[in-house]
């Protein structure tokens, strides 16, 4: 379990690594801004999904914990509030934003109501343990790559190595110490390819219940693009598309080809303007001096974090 000290001695050393107050954590030099603020990123907001629902304490979390189904815009607005603040706030925004995390997550405790993988039914979870925390973030820094490379030149072995070291310091935002992460880029991906192979990850009915709503349309009254669909398919390891009760065939293959060349085609060549999320544009704007964004981009935050600017 993450104990409150530990968490604390983790923020520490975010404050000592930071950019700078106004810079926040990473700054505008980092790979963390240049590939977090990338729309084209959400692509691969259903693969960093599925892949967190797959570890059963995640699922029955989300299951018996989340108002997802409740009110799914204000999660997805409350959770990337949240994230995006700890990207591009300033250096208090992000700490701020990492202890409300810290502290909704210590509520999310729980028992498993039947056996799933390696746990068995009636174990404990609860989100502030390290190996979820450490899972959870995986999910997001290996999408990220992902899906950026998917549509935009992708970044070179040297630049992976930078970006997994960011990682790190993202990670202390959650409380998972440099110690309890792969050294390197290399040892990460091991990780992660580790872990789609081992009895840790294993579809529970929770999370195909959960993965089904989503993808049906039911829980959010958007129907979910095949094209998506399939895309989400390709990207998950095979196994766990499976588990889902994914097929991805050929008609899937080319409906997720047609829709990738278009994007390929289009996406790099609209202005940043348009590509950037909101948060990434009001930090810029904050670095210029400026007291508030403009309009615009005030716009894209109540479309992104469902507010005018980051907490």
């Known amino acids: 379990m993450l104990s409150a000290d530990d968490f604390e001695n983790s923020l520490d050393a975010v404050r000592e690594a930071a950019a700078g107050p ?46 997802t189904f409740a009110d799914p815009v204000g999660r997805f607005h409350r959770t990337f509030n949240i994230t995006f603040t700890m990207v591009f706030g300033t250096l208090d925004q992000a700490l701020a934003a990492s202890r409300r995390l810290h502290r909704r997550h210590a509520a999310i405790t729980g028992t498993l109501p039947e056996a799933t993988g390696r746990f068995e039914a009636g174990s404990a979870y609860h989100a502030n343990e390290v190996s979820a925390l450490r899972w959870v973030h995986a999910t997001l820094v290996e999408t990220a790559l992902q899906t950026h490379d998917l549509v935009l030149p992708a970044l070179t072995n040297s630049e992976r190595e930078q970006y997994w070291a960011e990682a790190k310091l993202y990670a202390a935002l959650f409380g998972i110490r440099a110690a309890d992460l792969p050294a390197d880029w290399t040892s990460f991906a091991a990780y992660t390819e580790a872990m789609s192979h081992s009895d840790i990850l294993a579809v529970s009915p929770a999370a195909r219940d959960i993965a089904e709503q989503i993808f049906s349309g039911s829980a959010t009254g958007l129907r979910v693009p095949r094209w998506y669909r399939a895309l989400t398919a390709h990207l998950l390891p095979e196994r766990l598309a499976q588990e889902f009760g994914f097929e991805f065939g050929e008609r899937e293959a080319r409906s997720m080809d047609r829709a990738l060349t278009w994007i390929r085609r289009i996406y790099p060549r609209l202005p940043m303007r348009l590509r950037a999320v909101g948060p990434y544009q009001e930090a810029l704007a904050r670095l210029q001096g400026d007291k508030q964004p403009d309009l615009a981009v005030r716009w894209l935050n109540r479309l992104w974090i469902g507010r005018p600017m980051m907490e």
């Open 22 to 67: 106004i810079k926040g954590i990473f700054g505008p030099d980092s790979l963390t801004w240049r590939v977090d603020r990338e729309a084209a990123i959400f692509l691969g907001a259903g693969r960093a999904l599925l892949l967190q629902l797959a570890h059963p304490w995640v699922a029955a979390a989300i299951s018996e914990h989340s108002k």
